[in-house]
């Protein structure tokens, strides 16, 4: 597995024109491009070729962009087990790359490869043509160099689609690049994100909030009692979403059928238990559990879901900006258990919670911080990418 | 013991509108099969579901027809089973907040009492693909057809109101009109536009609580929905009189042995909210418009039929039971035909001819214009009730207007006093005997004599003028 990509698209790029010509683009096999496979990571889809082109990607195509593959992912993107995104760019093999946030896979890549990562407003990117595992959580997450590169890219495929019902009826967003002022910017800390931190990682997060300030950015101490819920509520209600979808997703019509069943019951179970990986296999398994067993468990979950968001809502009003730890919490080369892949992205899955946009920005080259993480308000994308860029604009990485 | 039954209905309605419930693709499940398919009904990765605009009016149409109270707020849930005409996993169905909750359809029971049976709720749901089962050489084989998968549905949900299957059948008679009347599909059992499931339980006579209930499905026509409801009382009263416990299943109606066979536990799986179809929320503005889209209903229609034509109540309720029929008599009132002669040729004449040809009534080449035209001669003498009945065959036959039918047939009555006196005469002369027998009081002889004119006139002679021209040459003569 040398090669990050899983599928090279053999077509030489055409000369394109638009705002994106020029660009190559890397997607995931979770990405419908037509004719490209389409497994999504998964055995469960192992034959499956895209029959048309996501709206994202027809979008890309008509801005100018080249797809130049895609890259090996996780198992229906969920996690970063077995996912080689963020490399494409560091070898220079795209500008930019494509990767499902369902968690915050998109930030925890960038902060792996080192580069920007964008998790845009829930709905305000088309979900056709996506292969995704939880509705209601996952956006498309952008990866690039700079957060100028994600505007562009968030530009050419941002706003309404007639063939997604599901987005809501936003005003489109004003994406043009924005001055930042700092001392008229107040970016706000939540107390309780901190909280799991290693002493560490702490310290790291500290030096990042300092360097704000520095930058004469004014930070304002928040309180949000209720932050350790929104594991929780990610891990009942994406679960029960990833287990009801994952129901299309049977190795019967797209991957290999079991043999030797004596009846298509059968066949069609035995093919279901072969489909899919341990990891994927016990969520959709706990997210059955919560189905049939605990209904009104994931029923108090959707209610706690509701309540965060408010909360949250009330936060992102009284600041430009949120700043959060960006922190992989990998656990290591174990087995895959749950338990592990939720506490990786702690500090990550809030925004997926709460469908509102956030940045990845990575620390500036030999700095003694760590990168930001920095989320705001729904629809707020222009005005994050415009800090995000004016941040790192302070220290040019003079690559 | 004597027993009663409790039974609850729940009907399965196929909508006509032009495409399925989430995408663009024809609803017509009977083309040939897997032709109106697309990734989105055939549930693959990537696709999403659009709600058709038209598929949710028709289903609003439908509701309120029955009197049941559009939900501002409702939405589709994931319906979580796996079977393969239903290979995603799950179907999109309204579990949790239905398109509409209440209403309900007056019906009269066994002894002629008004009993208004309650609905429950109705909500949308996309039907499942068809299976269809074969041999190839000696391999059974099983085949999916898509073509219906996605096809709008909406179910209607009883409360358990009926208590014979007289009642279920007043019921699906009386759903059957009101939903025709609203134009938001055909119901028709045979075709598989509606679908019938009963849930029926028994328990003593004037018991309070309520039985495990048996759940039959399988019946292709309103009259085997009633024999398959007998069927399963006597069943569970037979059993309960044997001390046996009644357990919760589904059962198949055999249409050959009449009776109800066992097919499966009962599957009830869990419903979670679907993330990706949008809530739908649908102002008073909008319900109202829908409302105001509403035809005049069945029953009112006929209260209007008595008041305004002066037709009974039975005749009132036969026309308006079906929205072509009453308004193909409105359409011959309005040209000028007597309300009554209308209602009298449409039911003994017309429908059954119509019938007969497996045609319908809207689209007969027997139009309203047609068929008052033919009436209208009619009344005016000018062809008798014989000649009229053979001209409505010949409408089938083309386009020609009914009055050269009567032309070319020579159906004309003759009604010229003068032609037909000179008829009578030659009959007078030629029927002495008979003449002769009316001599001596024997009436009968009159009807022989108005006979042979007819005869003579070779079934053109107005009856009337002949009897009324003959009764005044015998009086000369006699």
């Known amino acids: 597995m040398d090669s990050p990509f899983f599928y090279r698209n053999p077509a030489a790029p055409a000369a394109p024109s638009g705002p994106l010509a020029g660009s190559k683009i890397a997607v995931q096999p979770n990405l419908s491009v037509a004719g490209w496979p389409a497994d999504a990571g998964s055995n469960a889809l192992a034959d499956f070729k895209a029959l048309e082109d996501a709206t994202i990607v027809k979008r890309l195509r008509q801005a100018g962009a080249s797809l130049c593959g895609a890259t090996r992912m996780s198992e229906f993107g969920f996690g970063l087990r077995g996912s080689r995104a963020g490399e494409a760019i560091r070898s220079q093999a795209a500008d930019a790359e494509l990767v499902l946030d369902l968690m915050g896979e998109s930030r925890l890549a960038a902060i792996r490869a080192a580069v920007c990562g964008f998790k845009p407003s829930y709905g305000l990117v088309s979900r056709l043509g996506l292969i995704g595992l939880i509705p209601s959580m996952e956006s498309c997450g952008l990866l690039a160099e700079t957060p100028a590169t994600i505007r562009e890219l968030l530009k050419a495929v941002a706003g309404q689609d007639c063939l997604d019902f599901s987005m809501p009826d936003d005003e489109p967003l004003d994406l043009a690049p924005q001055d930042i002022d700092p001392p008229k910017t107040t970016i706000g800390v939540v107390a309780e994100a901190q909280s799991g931190l290693t002493a560490e990682q702490e310290a790291l997060f500290r030096s990042s909030l300092d360097q704000l300030k520095q930058a004469g950015f004014s930070l304002l101490e928040m309180s949000l009692p209720e932050f350790s819920l929104f594991s929780l509520v990610h891990r009942i209600v994406g679960s029960v979403e990833a287990s009801s979808s994952a129901g299309r997703y049977d190795s019967v019509r797209y991957g290999p059928r079991a043999a030797g069943a004596k009846n298509w019951n059968e066949m069609y179970l035995l093919s279901r238990a072969a489909a899919f990986g341990p990891l994927l296999k016990s969520y959709l398994l706990q997210g059955a559990l919560f189905q049939f067993e605990r209904y009104e468990a994931y029923e108090n979950a959707c209610r706690i879901r509701a309540r965060l968001l408010r909360q949250m809502q009330r936060l992102a009003s009284r600041a430009d900006c949120l700043v959060f730890p960006a922190v992989d919490g990998a656990a290591g080369g174990g087995p895959p258990l749950l338990a592990d892949t939720y506490g990786q992205f702690a500090w990550t899955l809030f925004a997926n919670v709460t469908g509102q946009p956030a940045l990845y920005l990575p620390p500036p080259p030999d700095a003694a911080h760590a990168g930001l993480q920095l989320a705001g308000a729904r629809l707020s994308d222009g005005r994050l990418l415009a800090l995000g860029e004016h941040l790192v604009n302070l220290h040019p990485r003079g690559k | ?478």
């Open chain 2, 1 to 478: 013991m004597e027993f009663e039954a409790v039974i609850g209905l729940e009907i399965h309605i196929e909508l006509n509108c032009p495409t399925k419930l989430f995408c663009d693709c024809p609803n017509r499940p009977g083309d040939e099969p897997n032709r109106n398919t697309c990734p989105t009904c055939l549930w693959f990765p990537g696709a999403i579901p659009r709600l058709s605009q038209a598929a949710l009016e028709k289903a609003a149409l439908l509701c309120l027809g029955l009197g049941a109270e559009i939900q501002p707020r409702n939405a589709f849930d994931q319906k979580v089973y796996y079977y393969p005409d239903l290979p995603k996993g799950y179907q999109l169905s309204q579990a949790h907040l239905p398109l509409a909750r209440g209403g309900g359809i007056e019906i009269t029971d066994e002894n002629g009492k008004l009993k208004r049976a309650r609905i429950h709720h109705v909500h949308m749901e996309e039907d499942v693909a068809r299976l269809v089962h074969e041999i190839e050489g000696r391999t059974p084989i099983s085949l999916v057809d898509f073509n219906r998968a996605g096809v709008p549905l909406v179910e209607i949900v009883t409360e358990p109101d009926f208590s014979t299957p007289h009642e279920a059948i007043e019921f699906l008679k009386a759903l059957r009109a009101q939903v025709r009347y609203v134009g938001s599909s055909e119901c028709s059992m045979e075709n598989g536009t509606m679908r019938v499931d009963a849930n029926i339980s028994v328990r003593p006579r004037g018991a309070s609580e309520m039985n495990t209930k048996v759940e039959v499905k399988n019946m292709n026509s309103i009259r085997h929905v009633g024999d398959a409801i007998a069927h399963e009382i006597g069943r569970q009263s037979a059993s309960v009189q044997a001390g046996e416990a009644v357990t919760l299943h589904t059962r198949l109606w055999d249409p050959d042995k009449k009776v109800t066979l066992p097919m499966r536990a009962k599957f009830e799986g869990p419903c979670i909210p679907d993330p990706t179809v949008p809530t739908i929320e649908l102002s008073r503005e909008w319900i109202d418009d829908m409302r105001s889209r509403l035809p005049e209903m069945p029953a009112t229609r006929a209260a209007r039929f008595v008041a305004q034509y002066g037709l009974s109540g039975e005749e009132a309720a036969f026309l308006s039971s079906d929205p072509d029929t009453a308004g193909f008599f409105e359409a011959l009132t309005a040209e000028g035909i007597a309300p009554r002669m209308a209602m009298h040729w449409l039911a003994t004449q017309l429908l059954p001819a119509i019938k007969e040809r497996r045609q319908e009534l809207h689209n007969a080449p027997v139009t309203p214009g047609r068929f008052a035209a033919l009436l209208r001669m009619l009344s005016q003498d000018q062809i008798n009730a014989n000649a009229a009945r053979e001209v409505l065959l010949r409408l089938f036959d083309g386009d020609q207007p009914p009055a050269a039918i009567v032309d070319a047939c020579g159906f004309r009555q003759v009604s010229d006093p003068e032609a037909l006196g000179a008829l009578i005469d030659k009959v007078v002369d030629a029927e002495a005997a008979a003449v002769a027998d009316l001599r001596n009081g024997q009436g009968k002889a009159m009807g022989f004599l108005i006979g042979r004119v007819m005869q003579a006139s070779g079934g053109k002679a107005n009856p009337k003028i002949v009897r009324e021209l003959l009764g005044k040459k015998l009086e000369a003569i006699l």
